[in-house]
């Protein structure tokens, strides 16, 4: 049985000029592994045992090309010892960045052109310990434009907030690409709907996601492939959530998969 040592892409930026580069951080520096004569890459962990033996940036000038960016990193991978590379910039990052010598089949891409990216904004709040509220940690609020419930998580674990504290984390949907105005909007919601939120809680913060931003590229359950068809590339990430998968969980939850696929494909 053998180990299968991978590079995890976490970073995909087109922002700085000058050619694509490559830097490599490595996660146990006594060991070291003889150069890879072919490097893989791939969106999903494959489903023997795997080291992961690196973190890959790379960084190259708008218009970089992917297979640039990959190429980059692939010379880096085989320097270092290292059988494949996960990718986890997103399907329509990939889609766009990838030449015309690599063929995507149409009913994928119209899958993906076809995802909306989920969007949402979150309020943080502190509450007192004398609000009328108990052991309910779920909230919903049906009936509001936005604001869709809210959420006590101090209720299960205390160590959340200061002690005589609690923590409410809102969410709320955003139907307009004016974040600033649907933020004003919630805020307004969520006030009106808690009567005792004026009284008993303090806003700490305000959080947003919207359009393609990597906290969010794709709603939960909507299982857009990890295999695009493309050989060597295998997609995870926010992307690739699959059903019954959200937040940082579903972020996660195809990385095993991948390793997987890597072994296949050796």
Not at 145 to 170: C, N
């Amino acid at each position: 049985m053998r180990n299968i040592t991978i590079f995890l892409l976490i970073l995909f930026s087109i922002f700085i000029s000058g050619c694509a580069t490559t830097s490599v951080l490595m996660f146990d520096e006594s060991r070291q592994y003889p150069p890879s004569q072919f490097v893989a890459i791939l969106n999903e962990q494959p489903k023997e045992p795997y080291i992961v033996i690196a973190q890959l940036e790379t960084r190259g000038a708008v218009g970089t090309s992917l297979p640039q960016i990959l190429e980059s990193m692939r010379d880096e991978a085989k320097i270092i010892g290292a059988d494949a590379i996960i990718h986890n910039g997103g399907h329509p990052n990939l889609l766009d960045s990838l030449s015309d010598d690599y063929v995507v089949a149409q009913d994928i891409r119209d899958k993906i052109n076809n995802t909306q990216a989920a969007g949402g904004i979150g309020f943080v709040f502190s509450l007192d310990d004398d609000i009328p509220q108990r052991d309910s940690g779920v909230t919903m609020l049906p009936g509001l434009d936005r604001v869709g419930g809210y959420v006590i998580p101090t209720f299960s674990d205390p160590s959340l907030a200061p002690k005589g504290k609690h923590m409410m984390i809102t969410h709320q949907y955003v139907p307009e690409g004016d974040i600033p105005s649907e933020i004003a909007k919630g805020r307004e919601e969520i006030y009106s709907a808690i009567p005792w939120l004026d009284k008993h809680g303090e806003e700490l913060c305000v959080h947003s996601y919207h359009r393609n931003w990597p906290c969010n590229r794709t709603p939960q359950g909507s299982e857009l492939p990890s295999d695009i068809g493309v050989d060597g590339i295998r997609l995870v990430g926010d992307g690739v959530k699959g059903h019954g998968w959200m937040m940082i969980e579903g972020i996660t939850a195809h990385v095993p998969n991948a390793v997987r696929g890597i072994e296949k494909s050796l």
